[in-house]
T-cell receptor, first 114, second 109 residues
Framework: KAGVTQTPRYLIKTRGQQVTLSCSPI?????VSWYQQTPGQGLQFLFE???????NKGNFPGRFSGRQFSNSRSEMNVSTLELGDSALYLC?????????????FGPGTRLTVT | GQNIDQPTEMTATEGAIVQINCTYQ??????LFWYQQHAGEAPTFLSY????GLEEKGRFSSFLSRSKGYSYLLLKELQMKDSASYLC??????????FGKGTSLLVTP
């Protein structure tokens, strides 16, 4: 079974631009969560989608948004990029539903904002 | 709010046993997870506890005390490849995983 895939793997953007990252979950997984990882703050939860609906949202500004498609693939968008948005963005998928399932992480997208 | 604490760094010797502690204060509790993350790689799942007690999985064990807001990950027979960051994460009453900042473990010969 293929794992979680994320594209692109690396991205360099300029301050003020916007960026869209993509995540394809493991086949059959309907929940997709997004995290931002930085050396100073560690892994921080951005949001989680299940069946095309955002179920949870972390404490990030409205510049961070996401969506999920009917095939469970998800995208996250960051508008008006700031230098502090430079980070590794990880997506994770799980079977979810109402029970607790482990999350499987993708390799991440390394975003550098200059 | 969420507060998850774990030591920043630990060092242990190959073949030894190491215990990585995690304390948490969260609004709602729906399970505690441990993940391993090697440098430059994605986190991988190690263990999950939702009830008090010890869960054993080969060389790795994880313990949970919900009343104390405390968990530990026990690694036995340490190998060089166990050098990695170990992340404690708590799932709250929603579906979000809240992570600690991770413990960087260095295994020395």
């Amino acid at each position: 079974k293929a794992g979680v895939t994320q594209t692109p793997r690396y991205l360099i953007k300029t301050r003020g631009q916007q960026v869209t990252l993509s995540c394809s979950p493991i086949s059959g997984h309907r929940s997709v969560s997004w995290y931002q990882q930085t050396p100073g703050q560690g892994l921080q939860f951005l949001f989680e989608y299940f069946s095309e609906t955002q179920r949870n949202k972390g404490n990030f500004p409205g510049r961070f948004s996401g969506r999920q498609f009917s095939n469970s693939r998800s995208e996250m968008n960051v508008s008006t990029l700031e230098l502090g948005d430079s980070a590794l963005y990880l997506c994770a998928s799980s079977l979810a539903g109402q029970q607790i399932y482990e999350q499987y992480f993708g390799p991440g997208t390394r975003l550098t904002v200059t | 709010g969420q507060n998850i604490d774990q030591p920043t760094e630990m060092t242990a010797t190959e073949g030894a046993i190491v215990q990585i502690n995690c304390t948490y204060q969260t609004s709602g509790f729906n399970g505690l997870f441990w993940y391993q993350q090697h440098a430059g790689e994605a986190p991988t799942f190690l263990s999950y506890n939702v009830l008090d007690g010890l869960e054993e999985k080969g060389r790795f064990s994880s313990f949970l005390s919900r009343s104390k807001g405390y968990s530990y990950l026990l690694l036995k027979e340490l190998q060089m490849k166990d050098s990695a960051s170990y992340l404690c994460a708590v799932r709250n009453s929603g579906y979000a995983l809240n992570f600690g900042k991770g413990t960087s473990l260095l295994v020395t010969p």
